[in-house]
């Protein structure tokens, strides 16, 4: 087999071809400002972390069964409640967060910051929330809507919105004070009836 042509008889080597892609080259812009985003997450993460402190981390060790931390995740909370879904206004209406992790799986333990802040119709003061931790994952918050009109909720978990906050929410006019007594004695009334036994 001869070789290329060469006018001063040297041997010249011919590298054989490769059939394997070649091995991806790390820089550049795009490089960079990827690892500069992957950097800003972890740090973010982590400052979570360390603000639910080193007894959290141990609590969370300790009651989860697969023995890894997972923080809360804003993104997989949600929010139940008359406080959430509307109602009369002029009486305390009460939502309950639930906290979860990343993965979706609530959160048995409290001392989580969790925050309700209430935007009340135009002309409408200040409304306040006042926020309950339950200890077992859940917060009740309490607040009371002085008129007819849109609110709207912003709710937050260490810092960061739930998704979809702020949420939208309607409450209707006062209900007359003798109809909600007759609502209040007719509760009572069917709390205090037996209920009768099957045969």
């Known amino acids: 087999m001869q070789g290329p042509s060469n006018p001063n008889n040297q041997l010249v080597l011919v590298q054989p071809l490769s059939l394997e892609p070649p091995k991806p080259q790390y820089g550049g812009d795009a490089t960079d400002a990827l690892f500069e985003e992957l950097a800003k997450r972890v ?24 023995d890894e931390f997972h923080p809360p995740d804003p993104q997989h909370c949600n929010v139940q409640g ?25 959160i048995k333990e409290g001392g989580e910051e969790v925050t309700v802040r209430v935007q009340p119709p135009a002309g409408v003061g200040h409304v306040s929330a006042e926020v309950t931790d339950n200890n077992d994952g859940t917060y009740t918050a309490i607040y009371t809507p002085p008129i007819k009109g849109n609110y709207s909720l912003t709710v937050e978990v260490n810092g960061m919105s ?14 007359d004070p003798a109809q909600l007594a007759a609502e209040e004695a007719a509760e009572r009334a069917a709390a205090s009836t037996p209920t009768p036994l099957p045969p």
Do not use: N
């Open 162 to 175: 739930l998704a979809g906050s702020p949420f939208p929410v309607f409450f209707s006019s006062p209900l």
């Open 43 to 66: 740090d973010k993460k982590l400052a979570a972390q360390a603000r639910q402190g080193g007894q959290k981390h141990k609590k969370a060790e300790e009651s989860s069964s697969d």
């Open 82 to 106: 008359p406080g959430f879904a509307g109602g009369h206004a002029g009486a305390p209406v009460k939502l309950v967060v639930h906290v979860k992790d990343e993965r979706g799986k609530r």
